[in-house]
């Protein structure tokens, strides 16, 4: 089974690529089958990782910024892959 873990905070304005560089930088304790970062409009920033998993096994998740580099907490969110079409 693949589970995809959502990591995804909004920045201080002006501050977007302080946290995009911030995000690359985080090691996992472990390597995901597939890492993708995204940046979006108002200063955002999203990283999916894939996982060989189920969705309630314990995974390594990017930690929390420094609380003075974003606007509000960091949003999570776990999916399981119901297959591609």
Excluded: C, K, N, Y
């Excluded at 304005?13 to 472990?30: C, I």
């Amino acid at each position: 089974m693949t589970v995809a873990l959502m990591w995804e905070a909004r920045a201080v304005e002006g501050r977007g690529g302080e946290l995009l560089e911030w995000a690359r930088a985080q090691w996992l304790a472990s390597d995901p089958l597939r890492r993708e970062t995204f940046a979006a409009r108002g200063d955002r920033v999203l990283v999916i990782t894939w996982w060989d998993a189920v969705l309630d096994d314990d995974l390594p998740e990017l930690p929390d910024p420094d609380a003075a580099l974003v606007t509000r907490p960091v949003h999570r969110w776990r999916f399981e892959s119901l297959g591609t079409a």
